[in-house]
């Protein structure tokens, strides 16, 4: 009796361990499933944030990529080319063409008086300043554009265009919120505005090289106007 009872007991023992050991197992490995899944929501969760941070900053000031537009012609490190044009409904279509060094500029503008010679040698600094008020000073009014239409800028995709790395940018102030749009309205004098068009920025100094933009326009008398702006700079 006590050899039966005693290898029963032994039986017992060696299912329970097993069972036990069947136990643990299956813990440790839950237990790692579960590790596993909260490190991978974890590394989820940073991912998201990364995305969110690039998408952030991949929209720039564009009224500061502009200001740097210009700086790249104040301070001309490699020959480039510029082009721009302005046309309004209510006035002479502008343009200007130029060739910049990091030694010279020369170009032309056209406009109510007819073709105008622009040149300059680098070193003679007021003299480089009034050649490129002269070449830009019609389109500078972009700037405003940009500042209006700054809240609706989206990222429209990689684009390599007039020799640099940039991205496009995408502006409508018909996406900005009534009362934003009201705001704005008002201190146009304006009845009702739209402003549309395009930035292309550099990746590595956030310089703009080339814009689009098209204004429309209604007085608060009820005169509508429009205007068509742009310009870019082409690496040589």
């Known amino acids: 009796m006590y050899g039966v009872c005693g290898a029963r007991r032994e039986e017992k023992m060696r299912s329970y361990n097993v069972t036990a050991r069947m136990v643990v ?3 440790v490995a839950m237990g790692m499933v579960w590790g596993c899944g909260g490190k991978g929501k974890e590394k989820a969760k940073e991912k998201a944030v990364e995305v969110r941070s690039e998408v952030e900053e991949s929209v720039p000031d564009l009224d500061a990529a502009e200001r740097c537009m210009v700086g790249m012609m104040r301070d ?32 032309t503008t056209n406009w109510v008086t007819g073709t105008q010679q622009v040149s300059s040698m680098h070193s003679d600094v007021n003299a480089w ?21 700054q809240p609706t800028v989206v990222a429209a995709g990689t684009d390599a265009v007039n020799g640099y790395d940039t991205v496009k940018y995408d502006f409508d102030t018909a996406r900005l919120p009534d009362t934003e749009k009201a705001r704005i309205a008002v201190t146009m004098l304006a009845k ?45």
């Open 25 to 27: 197992g299956l813990a």
């Open 76 to 107: 001309a490190k490699e020959p480039f080319h510029l082009s721009t044009m302005r046309k309004d409904d209510d006035a002479p279509p502008f343009t200007s063409e130029a060739e910049f060094t990091p030694e010279t500029v020369e170009g």
């Open 192 to 236: 009702d505005f739209n402003v549309v068009g395009s930035a292309w920025v550099t990746k590595d100094t956030r310089c703009m090289v080339k814009f689009v933009s098209d204004s429309k326009y209604t007085s608060k008398g009820g005169k509508a106007g429009a205007g068509h702006l742009e310009g870019s700079i082409s690496r040589r």
């Open 129 to 149: 300043g009034l050649a490129i008020n002269s070449l830009t000073l019609r389109v500078s009014t972009v700037n405003g554009d940009l500042r209006i239409a």
